[in-house]
């Protein structure tokens, strides 16, 4: 692996300079001649029906260009799994701030007055809000059950374990909405051209998910739609899906209006508007032996997708199959469920249904820990899953991974036993309280099951009539360094400078469909591809006699051009081939979940200020094994990255719902970590390897989102004696939880007692 | 074009941007913000919130560092500005820009020329501003994507002697 001569080096970030400069162009930095700004009039009701739109006097009306559904060539739908999500709502409303009209104008400044003086008059219905009221059906407002989806994962003979458990530990543990908060606001610009067909420019994770959404919605075939991913200012995941839908109503003012539309939201507008993580709750009944051992379990898994499908089955998936984290579950039955409020439909946010789970799991371990009467390390040093043993899924550990080694790691480098020692110490002489908590977690990457085989990804490398090559793919760059790093590999696998490969701008005309930019698939499966078709360019060249065994870079950008001079054309294409070690059962939600995991374990110390329960995270270590590392100065940047928001996730940020619709959608009041607030995040990176990624790179992204939650709040339980089992935990939540402290403190762990 | 919602007309207004006079006619309650992005082409100036939170629209008006989205283009009337456009002379990145790139301080980019104008200011005040500091002194700045860190090793790289500018 040492003699990779650029993969794990820190080469300059592709698009770096045009960022520093303010040179790099995002969607609202274009205009185009003869454009019209779009404004979206939305539901101020949870749930009804529309009985009558009109538009107030004073504004000229003539001026603008009006669409509603009855505009809509194609079907009314954002075309995603389901097609239940309507483009623009046609006669009923589902969620606050669901869109029903489309306003256009060339002076952007009347918008939003013009916005407001359009009057809808409603018959409401009744909504529901919570997962509960859903469940119990108090209202049905999806299908016949409210359910998008469920799965049932089984393991073993779970029945038969409660009655040789020493102890049977149950838990309940919540999770809230979270607001991805990329800096960017979502943006489109739509163009059409009667011949062309549809051209969009926007602020995108996904080209063809809006590529697909558009044909169906404008009626219009694959050629006659483009879609040009811009400089995209963060993402998340928060740019997945809704993009679709902002991408249509551009499209369809500007077929509409005939002239090019943009349509760019206001920080409250896409806080309100568009997706957040999916709240979640999670019960855990699981039968312990006396030394600690887990003997099988219970799991049961709910979010709340809000008023329409989008992605929700496959959050609730991944959710699902990491519900039972980095331990051997001998038996285990886990139910899971999606079910629909009258809220905005929650989405993609980094971590995909894994934060919440695993908070749940890391948070019951440390219950199982107190109640058997072992250590929070102890604990998860006994259940660990080993290489040869099965997840709950029923994987074979193929991994060379030992859990032992990383978690003794981890507890060294954050001086785990001599703070667990001086912190108890120093928390009996009153004053301010510090604990110290850990978190061990896993991270698949890639699409679940049989996903990457149904995506079957392509990806391009064509060779440049200059020299040097050119990568082809779909896959976006929002930061992560998408680009740097497929750049790199590139190099790397043609014996190439870094300067030599150049990537394309995702434009689903010039670029294969190398799927979506999400789930932590693109180092290790994309990446793979782009080494392939890279390896395809050379073998073209020396089978045309032009590249030796061995050549400079100079001599191959000789070859490129010579052969490109001679046939115009030299490019390469790789397809995505399921391994055979794949295989997946997807009625039985059974065998390999993913091609590889990222493993990890954080360690967190917190300091409770007794006076006002402010929580502040005072070090934060983050050891992981994600494969190789390909760039280290970009992975410890996701991994910084991810762990800020997993600590906003955990302290900070809520989401605060009247009838539905966020209240606090501002910067304002709804509050993500600055740089006064972070503790040290340090990280470190151990380098196992994986067969299935090129360079043996595996998924990085999401890990780090999933890990500083259940740290955080299990080193507050440490510090206060007292455990909180729902995020964001707030002051006002330990104030409640110390009120109660007595009580707590008399109740004493029984054997199968519910605690 | 048509009438203000603001019920003015608009008026010429000079001001002096990267070291350049011009004049714009705008109107006097319109966002400096909106006037550099939209009158000027200066589009490297980002808008994040439109309420002074995030520090994406900062810019240098005489030297002080301000949230260009809540500046009436009125109020920067023959002042100076600097935006990002004016930090890399002739092509060639500033120290702070450099730093920003080698040490992983830029991602999605969207924050960054805010940031690098919110360091610049910064480090003019205190050229030898402390790890402390320079937390301090940015968390006027939001970023999603780094949790800081790397970008305030960009602006301690900066800040070291010998770093060019």
Not at chain 1, 69 to 78: L, M, R, S, V, W
């Amino acid at each position: 692996m040492n003699r990779d001569r650029i993969v794990g080096t820190s080469v300059p970030r592709f698009e770096g300079r045009e960022k520093v400069t303010g040179q790099a162009r995002y969607v609202d930095d274009m205009t185009l001649p003869g454009m019209l700004h779009g404004a979206t009039v939305r539901s101020r009701i949870p749930r009804g029906k529309i009985k009558n739109i009109s538009f107030a006097p004073g504004i000229n009306w003539n001026e603008f260009v009006i669409v509603s559904a009855k505009d809509i060539p194609g079907k009314n739908c954002i075309a995603l799994i389901e097609e239940d999500q309507p483009c623009l709502a046609d006669g009923i409303v589902n969620h606050p701030e669901e869109p029903i009209l489309l306003l256009a104008h060339p002076d952007r400044h009347l918008l939003p007055r013009a916005v407001e003086a359009v009057s809808i008059e409603y018959e409401p219905l009744p909504a529901i809000f919570t997962m509960e009221e859903s469940e119990t059906l108090r209202q049905v407002i999806w299908r016949s059950d409210n359910i998008f989806k469920s799965y049932l994962v089984e393991k073993g003979d779970v029945d038969s374990v409660w009655e040789k458990a020493d102890y049977i530990v149950e838990g309940e543990y919540t999770t809230g909405a979270q607001e991805q908060l990329y800096i960017e606001n979502n943006g489109m610009i739509a163009g059409f051209d009667p011949k062309k067909g549809i051209t969009v420019w926007g602020s995108l994770q996904c080209p063809y998910y809006v590529h697909k959404a558009l044909m169906r919605l404008c009626g219009l075939p694959a050629d006659q739609v483009r879609v040009v991913q811009m400089e995209t200012g963060g993402a998340f995941g928060g740019k997945e899906e809704y993009p679709s839908m902002i991408a249509g109503h551009a499209a369809l003012l500007a077929i509409k209006s005939g002239r090019p539309v943009k349509i760019v939201y206001d920080r409250v507008e896409d806080m309100t508007a568009t997706t957040k993580r999916h709240p979640s709750r999670t019960r855990h009944r699981t039968a312990v032996s006396r030394g600690g051992q887990i003997l099988g379990g219970e799991i049961e898994f709910t979010i709340d997708g809000g008023a329409y499908a989008t992605l929700s089955s496959v959050v609730l998936s991944r959710g699902t199959i990491h519900a039972g984290g980095p331990y051997y579950w001998p038996s285990v039955r886990i139910r899971a469920k999606a079910v629909a409020t009258n809220v905005p439909p929650h989405g993609a946010f980094r971590g995909f249904g894994a934060p919440q789970s695993l908070f749940a799991l890391e948070r019951h371990m440390d219950r199982i820990a107190q109640i058997v009467g072992v250590s929070p390390v102890e604990i998860r040093r006994r259940n660990f899953l080993r290489p040869g043993q099965t997840t709950t899924t029923e994987q074979t550990v193929n991994e060379p991974i030992d859990l032992d080694e990383l978690l003794d790691h981890a507890l060294e480098l954050s001086d785990y036993h001599k703070k667990k020692d001086t912190l108890a110490i120093e928390n009996q002489r009153g004053g301010n309280k510090r604990g110290i908590g850990i978190a061990a977690f896993l991270h698949g990457a890639g699409f679940t099951g049989s996903g990457e085989r149904y995506l079957g990804s392509v990806v391009g490398v064509e060779a440049c009539a200059e020299g040097g090559v050119r990568v082809l793919v779909s896959s976006a760059e929002f930061g992560q360094g998408t680009k740097t790093v497929l750049c790199q590999m590139a190099a790397e696998a043609l014996g190439l400078r870094y300067e030599d490969v150049e990537i394309a701008q995702p434009d689903t005309q010039e670029v294969p469909n190398s799927g979506p930019t999400v789930a932590s698939r693109t180092v290790m499966i994309v990446g793979k591809l782009v080494q392939s078709a890279a390896l395809g360019i050379k073998q073209t060249l020396e089978a045309a006699s032009m590249l030796g065994d061995s050549y400079s870079p100079e001599e191959f950008r000789v070859a490129c051009r010579t052969y490109v001079a001679k046939h115009g054309k030299l490019s390469s294409l790789a397809h995505y081939e399921q391994p055979d070690d794949i295989v997946w059962d997807e009625q039985k939600y059974r065998g390999s979940a993913y091609a590889a995991f990222s493993w990890a374990v954080y360690v967190a110390t917190v300091t409770v200020d007794m006076n006002t329960y402010d929580v502040s995270v005072d070090d934060f270590v983050a050891l992981q094994e994600v494969g190789k590392v390909l760039h280290p100065v970009l992975a410890r940047g996701q991994i910084i990255g991810g762990v800020a928001q997993g600590i906003g996730f955990a302290l900070h940020e809520k989401v605060i719902w009247e009838n539905g619709r966020m209240v606090n959608g501002q910067m304002t009041n709804y509050i993500i970590p600055t740089s006064a607030d972070l503790p040290p995040i340090r990280v470190y990176f151990e380098e196992l390897g994986n067969i299935h990624g090129a360079y043996g790179a595996k998924g990085i992204g999401e890990l780090p989102m999933d890990g500083p939650a259940p740290a955080i709040v299990n080193a507050v339980g440490d510090a206060l004696g007292v455990s909180f089992d729902s995020i964001p935990l707030f002051p006002e939540g330990i104030f409640d939880a110390m009120q109660n402290k007595a009580e707590s403190e008399n109740r004493i762990p029984s054997k199968r007692g519910r605690e | 074009m048509s009438k203000s919602p603001r019920g003015l007309s608009k008026s010429e207004i000079s001001i002096t941007i990267n070291g350049h006079a011009v004049s714009v006619r705008a109107y006097a309650m319109e966002r400096l913000l909106d006037v550099l992005r939209n009158e000027l082409g200066l589009t490297g100036t980002k808008e994040g919130c439109g309420e002074g939170e995030c520090g994406s629209c900062s810019v240098l008006m005489d030297g002080m560092l301000v949230n260009s989205c809540l500046i009436p283009v009125l109020q920067a009337k023959n002042t100076h500005i600097v935006t990002i456009e004016g930090l890399a002379s002739d092509g060639r990145l500033r120290a702070l820009q450099q730093a920003f790139l080698e040490c992983g301080g830029a991602q999605c980019g969207i924050c960054t020329p805010g940031m690098i104008l919110a360091a610049s200011y910064l480090l003019n005040k205190q050229p030898q501003a402390t790890h402390d500091e320079i937390n301090e002194g940015l968390s006027g700045n939001l970023c999603r994507c780094t949790g800081y860190a790397q970008i305030v090793e960009a602006v301690m790289q900066a800040a070291r002697p010998g770093a060019s500018e």
